[in-house]
């Protein structure tokens, strides 16, 4: 069961429909039909779209835009990214939803004080509903994340491998940390001293 907070009505048109009934994504409309791929979001099927927003692609700097939409194949690769597989609306979506796009490793989904967020994008408008899968508005373009390190890459490189005469010193010094020294006096740790 879903909480919505609207009134649902039979979606009406496809997902290109929907993104030429929003002035909002006059942008995306040019950019889909420079790319080729009216057909794709026209035909029967099943699909979610981050659909940038003008104001998405206002925020590139205006070479950037420009080299994106005179490269036809980039601009089909970026779009790509922002489609998936199957119909995921936002009351469908958990802290580690993830999503395979059409182009591209996975896009990682979850929520926060209510607003769903793709790759760390919040989605500004949810559950634009076509008969063809749904459209969710997004005001920045996408990108991937990062690849995962573990720790011990996060934190820099690993500290190099001590001497046993270093650990001692460490352990020296341990043990002379005001800290250290108030525990080992504590009633619990001299129960425990007794009881060993």
Partial sequence: MFTVDKV????TGTVMDVLKAHDRF????GAIQT???T????????LTFFAPTNDAFSAMSQPELNKLMRNRQQLEAVLRYHLGEGILVSGGVSSH???QPLQGEKLELGVRNYTV?????????ADLMATNGVVHAVNSIIRPLPLKVDREQADGPAAPLRSASSSVTDSKSFRNDDLFQKVVR?????TMNKGQ
């Fill in 8 to 11: 649902l009505a039979p979606p």
């Fill in 26 to 29: 006059s942008l995306l409309v």
């Fill in 35 to 37: 790319a080729g791929m």
């Fill in 39 to 46: 057909e794709l979001l026209n035909q029967q099927g099943a």
């Fill in 97 to 99: 939803t993830r999503l």
């Fill in 117 to 125: 967020y793709v790759n760390k994008v919040p989605v500004a408008d």
């Fill in 186 to 190: 504590s009633r619990s740790s001299r």
